[in-house]
T-cell receptor, first 109, second 112 residues
Framework: AQRVTQPEKLLSVFKGAPVELKCNYS??????LFWYVQYSRQRLQLLLRHISRESIKGFTADLNKGETSFHLKKPFAQEEDSAMYYC???????????FGTGTRLQVFP | DAGVTQSPTHLIKTRGQQVTLRCSPI?????VSWYQQVLGQGPQFIFQYYEKEERGRGNFPDRFSARQFPNYSSELNVNALLLGDSALYLCASSPDRNTEAFFGQGTRLTVV
């Protein structure tokens, strides 16, 4: 079954603390993995995708095929990182995105 | 560029009615996808259209249908509305297949 699991509904940290948002997936084949973010009153937008191997706004994510994970990390959280984060996958040659249930990140001052 | 635009932003319908949601993709984008987001869940894939042809369909009943027009805009139709159809409906456009999806603000549908 194709599935994305985000075990935490809510993650609360203080400014400057490290952040790790967990994402595990189930997919038979080689999926492409994404992190989408939705800031308050804004539309859903792409944060990063594993094939680009970029660091966006200080966030990184490494695809671990052995553990079928794609955790999102940031060494020092900022208040402006507070948002809803969704992990998603798509299969080879398909645009269908399968989303997890999302994790709300709250960064306190 | 205004980005992906969806209309209406909100609407209320009664059970059994039909609804049409509209999406205008970013200029030059040929691919449009529709997602349903129920409160507390992530978006669920409904349809994808590319160059006016259906390229993917999610696990939704036949009451859900969609189409893409020559200008690449798209409509999502839902017939015989049920209370469970209440959700945020998101449209996403992409320049081409397998490229970044840009999402609209969504249409909030409430079925009473």
């Amino acid at each position: 079954a194709q599935r994305v699991t985000q075990p935490e509904k809510l993650l609360s940290v203080f400014k400057g603390a490290p952040v790790e948002l967990k994402c595990n997936y189930s997919y038979s084949g080689s999926p492409e993995l994404f992190w989408y973010v939705q800031y308050s009153r804004q539309r859903l937008q792409l944060l990063l995708r594993h094939i680009s191997r970029e660091s966006i706004k200080g966030f990184t994510a490494d695809l671990n095929k052995g553990e079928t994970s794609f955790h999102l990390k940031k060494p020092f959280a900022q208040e402006e990182d507070s948002a809803m984060y969704y992990c998603a996958l798509s299969g080879y040659n398909t645009d269908k995105l399968i989303f997890g249930t999302g994790t709300r990140l709250q960064v306190f001052p | 560029d205004a980005g992906v635009t969806q209309s209406p932003t909100h609407l209320i319908k009664t059970r059994g009615q039909q609804v049409t949601l509209r999406c205008s993709p970013i200029s030059g984008h040929k691919s449009v996808s529709w997602y349903q987001q129920v409160l507390g869940q992530g978006p669920q894939f409904i349809f994808q259209y590319y160059e006016k042809e259906e390229r993917g369909r999610g696990n939704f009943p036949d009451r859900f249908s969609a189409r893409q027009f020559p200008n690449y805009s798209s409509e999502l139709n839902v017939n015989a509305l049920l209370l469970g159809d209440s959700a945020l409906y998101l449209c996403a456009s992409s320049p081409d297949r397998n490229t970044e999806a840009f999402f609209g603000q969504g249409t909030r549908l409430t079925v009473v």
